[in-house]
Nanobody, 127 residues
Framework: QVELVESGGGLVQPGGSLRLSCVAS????????MGWYRQVPGEQRDLVAT???????NYADSVKGRFTVSRDGAENTVYLQMNSLKSEDTAVYLC?????????????????????WGQGTQVTVSS
């Protein structure tokens, strides 16, 4: 089991910046993808940004050019640098990690993916 702990949330004015961090409780477990989602009460959880262990990134269109995701693979830590924040970025930001375990069965290759979630950190953008 892997626990994810986020930090760095808070209150910021529109146009400001915040940096979120997420640390996994174990560095001996290979986490293939790490990233961030966000959720507003009563709405679905949305992808913000992810990064693979090889450095491939994926961003939601709404944050492209403003947010940057990065990771320290050796320490299983992922960061989210958020610039030019807008009121619509207000949400609980949740750290996510995926561990892939490929295996063979009856001559075919399968993958067992295990997903981990943090408890979330509140980001509020308001003047």
């Amino acid at each position: 089991q892997v626990e994810l702990v986020e930090s760095g949330g808070g209150l910021v004015q529109p146009g400001g910046s915040l940096r979120l961090s997420c640390v996994a409780s174990r560095s001996d477990v290979k986490l293939d993808t790490m990233g961030w989602y966000r959720q507003v009460p009563g709405e679905q959880r949305d992808l913000v940004a992810t990064i693979t262990d090889t450095g491939n990134t994926n961003y939601a269109d709404s944050v492209k050019g403003r947010f940057t995701v990065s990771r320290d693979g050796a320490e299983n830590t992922v960061y989210l640098q958020m610039n030019s924040l807008k009121s619509e970025d207000t949400a609980v930001y949740l750290c996510n990690a995926v561990r892939n375990l490929p295996y063979w069965s009856d001559g075919s290759l399968y993958n067992r993916a295990t997903e981990f979630w943090g408890q979330g950190t509140q980001v509020t953008v308001s003047s």
